[in-house]
Nanobody
Framework: QVQLVESGGGLVQAGGSLRLSCAAS????????MGWFRQAPGKEREFVAG????????YYPDSVKGRFTFSRDNAKNTVYLQMDSLKPEDTAVYYC????????????????????WGKGTLVTVSS
């Protein structure tokens, strides 16, 4: 059974940092395209960071580029999202997703298309 478990969310002041973790079981993160997504109250889920399993660098939307960093620890079977220079508009529930699709950037940028999802972790950025 596949499980993706996010952690690391919390309350932080604007300009601060948080690091989210997504621990996987039942799948190997190095063999899946992995992504981070978020959903703010009253808004649709949106893509924030991802990486294709078949190589390449992480990719980001313009809204977080330069502030968020995706990383993967294959030994721990865990992916991370380092979030710096946080803004109040970053407030959302953050989700981890995984898909077998090798070139997943296109579907990730649509905010969907994952085979598996975590339950999310709440990030609140105060002004």
């Amino acid at each position: 059974q596949v499980q993706l478990v996010e952690s690391g969310g919390g309350l932080v002041q604007a300009g601060g940092s948080l690091r989210l973790s997504c621990a996987a079981s039942g799948l190997t993160v190095s063999r899946y395209s992995m992504g981070w997504f978020r959903q703010a109250p009253g808004k649709e889920r949106e893509f924030v960071a991802g990486i294709n399993w078949n190589g390449g660098n992480p990719y980001y939307p313009d809204s977080v580029k330069g502030r968020f960093t995706f990383s993967r620890d294959n030994a721990k079977n865990t992916v991370y999202l380092q979030m710096d220079s946080l803004k109040p508009e970053d407030t959302a529930v953050y989700y981890c997703g995984a898909t077998r699709f090798p070139n997943a950037e296109g579907i990730m940028r649509k905010g969907d298309g994952m085979d598996y999802w975590g339950k999310g972790t709440l990030v609140t950025v105060s002004s």
